[in-house]
C-alpha cells in the first residue's frame, strides 16, 4: 500500500470524512458547560476548528507571503 496511490488517497479521506461525524455525533452525548453562548452549540468545535484552519491559512497565503515572496527573476541574479 502505497501512500501516493489514487486508491490509498480514497480510503484515507473517507476514513477521516467518517472519525469527524462519528466525533461531531457524539458532541450530542457530551454535557456542556459552555463559558460564552455560542461554545455550548451542536458541533460548535468542528465549525470552529475549521473556521480557525482557514483563517490560518488565508493568513499564511496572503500575510507571511507577502514579506516572503521574490520577483520572477530570483534565481537568475
Do not use: N, Q
Not at 500500500?1 to 455525533?25: E, F, G, N, Q, Y
Request: with cysteine.
Amino acid at each position: 500500500m502505497k501512500l501516493d496511490d489514487p486508491k490509498t488517497i480514497r480510503l484515507l479521506w473517507i476514513v477521516s470524512l467518517i472519525v469527524l461525524a462519528l466525533l461531531v455525533i457524539a458532541d450530542a452525548f457530551v454535557e456542556h458547560h459552555p463559558h460564552f453562548g455560542v461554545d455550548g452549540g451542536f458541533g460548535f468545535h468542528a465549525w470552529y476548528g475549521f473556521a480557525v484552519c482557514t483563517a490560518m491559512v488565508v493568513a499564511s497565503k496572503f500575510v507571511v507571503g507577502f514579506f516572503l515572496k521574490r520577483r520572477d527573476t530570483y534565481y537568475d541574479e
